[in-house]
């Protein structure tokens, strides 16, 4: 399916004007994935180890 020329534009012309709408680029991805990455995880516990509530 994606060796046919016109599926192939008709999916990347969705996929750009997708990111567009949701304003995602590749910067974007990487802070985010930097951010991922530098998180903390204990920060989600709390000193006994229960999962903090999600509005914590």
Request: hydrophobic share 45%.
């Amino acid at each position: 399916m994606l060796e046919n020329e016109d599926v192939r534009k008709a999916i990347d012309a969705a996929k750009i004007k997708r990111s567009d709408k949701l304003e995602v680029d590749a910067e974007w991805m990487l802070k985010r994935l930097v951010a991922e990455v530098e998180a903390d995880l204990a920060d989600l516990y709390t000193d006994a180890g229960d999962l903090k509530p999600i509005d914590e």
